[in-house]
């Protein structure tokens, strides 16, 4: 999903832009599967359903499940683009994303096949290449996260980000 103005609404009224920097300027501790719901543009139905399949782990706090601000964020990392998220918060990125997560410009010569499969991948999934690329380099990461992290000042903090 690439955003353009601060018009794209969902059903609540809010701009994708205004969730963005809502959720990342301002946190709240835990979120009910409703104020999730709000806070992402999902429907009630799509937050549960994304809890019952566990890719959005609750925790029961006096009898009710509710979502953590880390778990909503991570989860809001892979359901928005990258680019989206940085263009909407703007100035304030700094204060939002550590350094080591902002996104960086690269240029690398593949070759073709992989460049072709990269775009399929990405239509199938209705992502960016970017997305698709940066999803399959973070498995690389996580595979070399111990040596990475001996290399590389802030790495381990900047992987473990936002919990």
């Not at 999903?1 to 059903?11: A, E, I, P, V």
Request: hydrophobic share 50%; net charge negative.
């Amino acid at each position: 999903m690439m955003l353009g103005k601060d018009t794209d609404t969902s059903h609540s009224g809010l701009s994708t832009v205004s969730k963005i920097r809502d959720l990342f300027l301002l946190p709240r501790k835990t979120y009910s599967a409703a104020e999730a719901a709000e806070a992402t543009g999902m429907s009630l139905e799509d937050v549960l359903g994304w809890m019952e399949v566990g890719e959005l782990e609750g925790i029961d706090i006096r009898g009710e499940i509710v979502l953590p601000w880390d778990e909503l964020v991570s989860f809001a990392m892979d359901f928005w683009e990258q680019a989206d998220i940085e263009a909407a918060l703007g100035a304030e990125l700094a204060e939002a994303l550590p350094n080591l997560l902002q996104l960086a410009d690269l240029e690398v010569r593949i070759p073709r096949l992989e460049v072709v499969a990269l775009e399929k991948l990405a239509v199938r999934d209705g992502k960016s290449v970017d997305a698709v690329l940066a999803r399959e380099l973070r498995d690389v990461m996580s595979a070399q996260s111990d040596w990475l992290a001996s290399e590389i000042p802030g790495f381990a903090a900047a992987l473990a980000w936002p919990y």
